[in-house]
């Protein structure tokens, strides 16, 4: 259990003992019901981290809404995007261990977290992860319920594949950016589970080195 909903629904609570202390017990349903769902909403099952290797797990529970390709600093990357209804864990979790280099936080709009402006548009929070000679992005977007980003780590902490490193409240959006030569294992509209669901396999970094150059060799021909 995040300790978010004990906070919610302790809230709840005290407000359901003052209305039922002023209006009657029958008024004490709704905040109970809403404290119940409280509780609910911010538990954090634990997870079996997947050890195949290369193996880049689901940053979050969810539906896969997207795979295909984005641009990030002039080059291509691959992109999966997983939508989180309010009925999804909301706890976020590492894709691969790693040290974090960078973390980039950016206010924007509160898009319905299925469109795809909502991947730039958003507020969110940009996350690098370094590993293993492969760079792995993600992403934490808020969404149109979701107006808080937690994230609890740092530039230069080492995190491990499917560590709890965040969570967005209510219904949010996560992309994973990849190198284009990882082995995507997911389509759209599969579900996948945070910690426990394999997105993709990296290939070895001399592969992906050797990749990536003749990737950049074909692009100067043209």
């Known amino acids: 259990m995040v300790r978010d909903g004990y906070y919610y629904a302790l809230g709840l609570c005290v ?8 209006a009657g017990p029958v008024y004490v349903l ?8 409280f509780l609910w909403f911010f538990r954090d099952p634990e997870r079996v981290i997947p050890a195949d290797a290369g193996a880049v797990v689901s940053p979050a ?5 997207d795979v295909g390709t984005a641009e990030l600093n002039g080059r291509p990357r691959t992109r999966i995007s997983i939508f989180l209804s309010v009925f999804d864990v909301h706890v976020n979790r590492s894709p691969v261990a790693g040290t974090i280099t960078k973390v980039e936080y950016r206010h924007g ?10 991947a730039v548009e958003n507020e969110q929070n940009i996350v690098t992860v370094e590993g293993d000679g492969h760079t792995v992005i993600f992403k934490q977007i808020a969404g149109v319920l979701a107006r808080r980003i937690v994230f609890t780590k740092k530039p230069g902490d ?14 949010s959006r996560t992309d994973i950016l990849l190198d284009p030569a990882a082995d995507v294992c997911v389509a759209v509209g599969d579900r ?6 394999v997105l993709a396999h990296l290939p070895p970094a001399e592969t ?7 990737a950049q060799k074909e692009k100067r021909a043209r």
């Open 61 to 65: 529970d969810g539906k896969v809404t």
């Open 109 to 118: 709009r509160f898009h319905n977290a299925m469109s795809a402006a909502s």
């Open 208 to 214: 992906a080195g050797l990749a990536a150059a003749g």
């Open 158 to 171: 080492r995190v491990e594949r499917g560590e709890r490193v965040g969570l967005i409240k209510f219904g």
């Open 192 to 197: 996948v589970r945070g910690g426990a669901s």
């Open 15 to 22: 407000v359901a003992a003052v209305v039922g202390w002023l």
């Open 30 to 37: 709704v905040p109970l019901v809403l404290a119940a769902f």
